[in-house]
């Protein structure tokens, strides 16, 4: 296939491209509507984000002094957005240019566009009707009746399921899930007994999240978003860590992720306020990344601290260029990028 910036490739992504155009603006006016200001974070941060499987691209800040310091490239804008909520923003939203080390694929790049929202005082599930009407948008301004993967399509028009973590993996892969956690507290072997049971293969080094994230994408998320939306809500609390508890069980989180064609798209929570915890939770996942990768990133305590004057809130973070996709039926998502990362290969 030629390169992406000659004329005649160019014209056969010109139509997908103008789409995202056209997407990009349509929700730029539904956010203006909802009273939603629209920010723009600096990309380089202290700490990319404290997610033990998340990598990052790493940098150096020369001083006036000569003295370098080690900066990040971040993941997501959500440290900074936040800080925005305790300065007294209520309705932010941010088109961010975000960067994933080791992320290259069909559905991955290094670089990509994360649309990201937060709702001061207000239930995570107003996120939920907002992932509603980001799916319709976009579809209208496609110009299309359909959301579409490969053979998979989704009704943007229809109401989306909601379906908890624990009955989608009773109901997709026969594992009851919450019987192998108790809030932050998990069992391993006992998840992989049940595993085993259905013939799951797991190999004996993993741990309880491994298993967790291998079932979710072999067994459940195939299954999700086909005809209509999934809400996949209340994940274990062990999977959320920026997320608060469910007031009604302990074992789970106010955390959902959107799935359409099989795809996930959103990954929304009520969010988390207790700086305490928030550390606790941070320092168990560096400790997790120096054992399996050799490496940790440092703690914005600056957001620790704006924590303390947080309000309440909801936020979410939706991958831009994935929608594009759904919405034009592009197959990869370089099809959907002006200008695709040069080197990157999935």
């Given amino acids: 296939m030629p390169p992406f910036w000659t004329p005649e490739r160019h014209a056969d992504r010109r139509p997908a491209l103008l789409a995202r155009n056209r997407i990009q603006a349509a929700i730029r006016g539904w956010l203006a509507t909802e009273d939603f200001v629209e920010v723009d974070p600096c990309a380089l941060q202290v700490s990319p984000g404290n997610e033990a499987h998340l990598h990052a691209f790493a940098t150096e800040m020369i001083g006036n002094d000569g003295a370098a310091r080690r900066m990040y490239l971040h993941t997501s804008p959500e440290f900074a957005m936040k800080k925005l909520l305790a300065a007294g923003e209520p309705r932010i939203a941010a088109f961010a240019h975000v960067w994933r080390n080791r992320e290259a694929g069909k559905r991955h790049s290094p670089e990509f566009t994360m649309l990201e929202w937060y709702r001061a005082g207000e239930d995570y599930t107003a996120l939920m009707a907002d992932c509603a009407a980001m799916l319709r948008l976009a579809a209208e301004a496609a110009g299309s009746s359909v959301l579409r993967y490969g053979t998979a399509e989704c009704d943007p028009l229809a109401e989306p399921e909601r379906l908890s973590v624990a009955d989608a993996f009773q109901r997709h892969a026969g594992i009851d899930l919450l019987a192998t956690c108790?809030?932050?507290?998990?069992?391993?072997?006992?998840?992989?007994?049940?595993?085993?049971?259905?013939?799951?293969?797991?190999?004996?080094?993993?741990?309880?999240?491994?298993?967790?994230?291998?079932?979710?994408?072999?067994?459940?998320?195939?299954?999700?978003?086909?005809?209509?939306?999934?809400?996949?809500?209340?994940?274990?609390?062990?999977?959320?860590?920026?997320?608060?508890?469910?007031?009604?069980?302990?074992?789970?989180?106010?955390?959902?992720?959107?799935?359409?064609?099989?795809?996930?798209?959103?990954?929304?929570?009520?969010e988390l306020t207790d700086p305490a915890e928030q550390r606790r939770r941070f320092e168990g996942d560096m400790d997790l990344k120096e054992e399996l990768y050799g490496e940790r990133y440092p703690i914005d305590e600056d957001f620790l601290t704006a924590l303390e004057i947080m309000p309440e809130a909801s936020g979410i973070a939706l991958g831009f260029d994935r929608l594009v996709m759904l919405a034009t039926g592009a197959p990869k998502i370089e099809d959907v990028l002006w200008v695709p990362v040069g080197g990157a290969t999935g």
Avoid: M
């Avoid at 932050?184 to 741990?207: N, P, Y």
């Avoid at 309880?208 to 994408?217: M, N, P």
């Avoid at 998320?221 to 860590?241: C, F, K, Q, S």
């Fill in 182 to 270: 108790d809030g932050a507290e998990t069992d391993a072997e006992a998840l992989r007994l049940q595993s085993e049971a259905i013939g799951f293969a797991v190999a004996e080094a993993d741990s309880w999240s491994d298993i967790v994230s291998k079932l979710l994408v072999a067994k459940v998320e195939p299954h999700l978003g086909h005809g209509r939306a999934t809400i996949l809500d209340r994940y274990p609390l062990a999977e959320a860590a920026l997320a608060r508890p469910a007031p009604d069980d302990g074992r789970v989180a106010e955390r959902f992720e959107l799935y359409a064609c099989g795809v996930e798209l959103a990954n929304g929570f009520g």
